[in-house]
């Protein structure tokens, strides 16, 4: 890394329209000039041209990597939320420092294809298979950090607390992996990971949930998050079962036991919520707290559709995650934050064009801790995500309606250029080190051969 | 056309299973024979080797080709599909039968490359700008004709009955273009266009909805399509608004009237039905009708979640659509058929991977009577689709899978070879004949431009 220039025929600079003919200067991961109205044969020798519109890094505020290996597999028959549940648990029951290395390395760089630039990892499958540490008790999370760094993608590792199966239950033999048994436990090994923050990786926290976190424990991660002004990030009221547990045991909605535990005294964002109270929703305005959806991964787990507009509506900053990655298509996650709200609603433009593009950048970075990155801006981390105009799903449109195009019609594989913090990432299409779709498949077959013979083995010899 | 063979690694002969190393030969538009278990090396000379799995033309069977002109450009912004409906009249004003042929035969060409091989083209944009007929009056159905055509695609033209501009209101200045004034004239119209029809082309049908069509004349159009065996379609309780003016009309239902007026006695479609009474689902299955669902452009245009789990229940036959274009994807239609019924029911599991592609392909073809279309089987019409499962979107499943990574995870970019009636129309991914983005850019941009002259030309000039 060191110095670069940009020319972008069209480029998103905040706002409600794109700006034509802007030049960017790079110098290592940092954008030093942003200079609009420069025509593409008066820039310095050397600057790449880039075709299309410009938009900045796109952040995926929510992933569990290992569930890409699910995608094309979990989708026919019947059932819910809860017995996809049992089929990624059979997944999760197999992966290894090294396969899971390989299995988030394909899948951060199929990301970086899909012009994201920073990956909030949820990170929750701690320990070896009978819930015992690894040697190196932060072993899968490093697979994860390499993966993402071999990949060419930044990380907020959200570190996740996880310790019972379910309200007042133990973990069941799958989930002994995620666990930490004690919260304190947690906090060790989570201090140990802060080590490896760099300038690609910062260190979060999260609660799986209020059913895998007990109330006092809550309370002990959000003290640590605030201590360490650190993203803390919970799964909430995803289902209506949450509430309704939540609710018996605690006469508090999920939200609220957060909220009375103080996590929302952190930097603080709800995953999903989407099935909220008018109440949990002034919690999460009154506290300046955030939220991150996954709709393609709520569509496909039946989760229903969240009341977004009335996010909207009291300021809460929203960020968008592909989380299971039936689909890693942060366009499709913009577009379905509107298209499902109008669904619901049966009214158009509950969100705009801009807000649904600042979700998908500024403001998932925001709730990650970047809040240095998601914008074209001087100062701002080098990340620009460029898109084609000329394919059949995005030719017709002009300069004008470049960005509703780009929220609207445009895919995954329009995406044609991508810097990420001033290195060049993607180009032509095409990762600049990894062959994405045969590490796919490698990483991915291999993992499933893991799972069958583990099926074939007598448990008392695993 | 004449003989010619192809060998497919995985194909869908129907089923819930793909079937490995499938030979099939080809005779002018007609499959002739259909081999499982024929090993790649032991095939005829001059066998095309078909990577990734090959399932049969899908079958888009609702269709406005003039909408694509739309695409990027209507989205952002508040309102309904009232709002939606005065741009879409914008555009529909400006065109004429050359400006509609280069548009159309983009926007089909575009639908061949994702694999779709047969248009049901609802088509009522009939007249001259001030309503007048053309010299020839079916100008503007043969520059559709003429398109599909141009675009290697079959077309079944729904030509549509257009009347009126709201129950008992006359057309607006927009409308005239698309109105008959008397069903009679449709009729003579229609009856021109028959000649038309050839291996290629059929003609249908279609009520444009209880609002453009007054009662009795509905009953004409349902006695000429019965007369003719022509498929008829009609838009049914898109919007609750149509339930509501049409029920304070006429106290019944939009499908009650139909049904009154005996158009489900004929091959009967219901587009959207998004808002139907149980009494309406029971009609439908009583008369052995179809419905054509339309979800991405049902979300697009809030139009609401229909209850489709319902009508699987009921064993009605669904189509699909890409309707107003905004997408042109039917596996995302596939898809969304099945994720929007999770969204309003929580329960994943509604349709089956197996419906849902027989819905795009045998079923799309039935309600746009080619009952000869859809499968893989000796005797139909050679069309052959074949989806990489080698991108970053598909790559990691086996064949055990491949059924269900084609409905939940490819896209229309994954589709890279196209037979469409034993002619190839896509090879490598891009169309044989047409360079299609290019003809996307250049024809929307000549519409949007007459658009731009018009709104500049005095009205009396014009």
């Not at 410009?54 to 094309?72: K, W």
């Not at 600049?432 to 007598?458: K, M, N, Q, Y």
């Amino acid at each position: 890394m060191s110095r670069a220039a940009y020319h972008c025929e069209l480029a998103w600079l905040g706002g409600d329209h794109a700006v034509a003919d802007v030049l960017v200067e790079v110098d290592g991961d940092r954008i030093v000039t942003v200079t609009p109205g420069r025509r593409a044969d008066d820039v310095p020798e050397g600057t790449v041209q880039l075709a299309g519109i410009t938009v900045p890094g796109l952040a995926n505020a929510h992933s569990h990597a290992f569930h890409r290996a699910l995608r094309g597999r979990t989708h026919d028959g019947v059932g819910s939320f809860w017995t996809w549940r049992d089929q990624m648990y059979g997944l999760a029951a197999t992966l290894d420092p090294e396969s899971y290395h390989r299995l988030a390395r394909a899948t951060f760089a199929e990301m970086a294809l899909a012009g994201i630039t920073c990956v909030g990892e949820f990170h929750y499958l701690h320990h070896q298979r009978a819930g015992e540490p690894y040697r190196e008790p932060n072993a899968m999370g490093e697979a994860l950090l390499a993966a993402a760094a071999d990949a060419g993608i930044r990380m907020t590792l959200l570190d996740t607390c996880y310790l019972q199966g379910g309200i007042g239950q133990p973990p069941n033999p799958v989930q002994r992996r995620f666990s930490d048994v004690r919260v304190e436990h947690w906090i060790e090994r989570v201090e140990a990971l802060r080590s490896l923050a760099s300038p690609v990786a910062r260190i979060g926290a999260a609660i799986h949930s209020v059913r895998a976190v007990d109330p006092a424990s809550i309370e002990q991660v959000a003290r640590w998050a605030s201590e360490h002004e650190a993203p803390l990030h919970a799964h909430v009221s995803e289902q209506p079962a949450e509430n309704h547990q939540c609710i018996e045991a605690f006469a508090l909605t999920p939200m609220e036991l957060l909220a009375e535990r103080h996590a929302l005294e952190a930097a603080f964002t709800a995953v999903h919520a989407t099935h909220l109270t008018e109440h949990d929703v002034r919690l999460l305005q009154t506290h300046r707290s955030g939220v991150c959806i996954c709709p393609t991964t709520e569509r496909d787990l039946a989760d229903g559709i969240a009341d977004t507009a009335a996010w909207r509506g009291a300021g809460i900053p929203i960020a968008l995650g592909s989380d299971s990655h039936a689909v890693i298509d942060l366009f499709e996650e913009m577009r379905a934050t509107e298209l499902d709200e109008r669904l619901s609603s049966l009214v158009r433009g509950n969100h705009t064009v801009t807000s649904l593009l600042e979700a998908g950048t500024v403001g998932g970075h925001q709730l990650l801790g970047w809040p240095d990155a998601g914008r074209i801006s001087v100062g701002s981390l080098a990340d620009l995500v460029t898109v084609r105009l000329d394919s059949v799903r995005t030719a017709g449109v002009g300069s004008e309606h470049a960005l509703a195009t780009t929220v609207f019609a445009a895919t995954a594989a329009d995406v044609h250029h991508v810097v990420a913090g001033g290195t060049v990432v993607v180009r032509n299409g095409a990762h600049v080190t990894l062959d994405v779709a045969a590490e796919l498949h490698r990483s991915i077959g291999a993992v499933w051969a893991a799972a069958a013979d583990a099926a074939d083995t007598p448990e008392a010899t695993r």
